[in-house]
Nanobody, 124 residues
Framework: QVQLVESGGGLVQAGGSLRLSCAAS????????MGWFRQAPGKEREFVAT????????YYADSVKGRFTISRDNAKNTVYLQMNSLKPEDTAVYYC?????????????????WGQGTQVTVSS
């Protein structure tokens, strides 16, 4: 199974930007649809964004559409989440997810592998 390691989280003021990275190893990265999810304290893990294995088609949660951009570099085995115009309600632990052979990964149940998570905190 693929192994995932996230990085890039931190503390930022409202309106600021962060770029998360997720490095994959262990299997052929291009076989996996990739996604980002987040979980705030006391809440369930929720879908943020996903990208197809090849071709770059993307899909976003309404709450982040127009502010966040997911991308991938199959040569570097890495998926990114560029987050702009951050809001305090974006505060959460962000998780990278991989789905083997799937077109997209939009629910937690579809994921075959998870990263350990990276904390994003947006201050008002």
């Amino acid at each position: 199974q693929v192994q995932l390691v996230e990085s890039g989280g931190g503390l930022v003021q409202a309106g600021g930007s962060l770029r998360l990275s997720c490095a994959a190893s262990g299997r052929t990265f291009s076989n996996y649809a990739m996604g980002w999810f987040r979980q705030a304290p006391g809440k369930e893990r929720e879908f943020v964004a996903t990208i197809r294995r090849i071709g770059g088609n993307t899909y976003y949660a309404d709450s982040v559409k127009g502010r966040f951009t997911i991308s991938r570099d199959n040569a570097k085995n890495t998926v990114y989440l560029q987050m702009n115009s951050l809001k305090p309600e974006d505060t959460a632990v962000y998780y990278c997810a991989a789905r083997n052979g799937g077109v997209l990964v939009t629910t937690a149940e579809q994921a075959d592998a998870w990263g350990q998570g990276t904390q994003v905190t947006v201050s008002s």
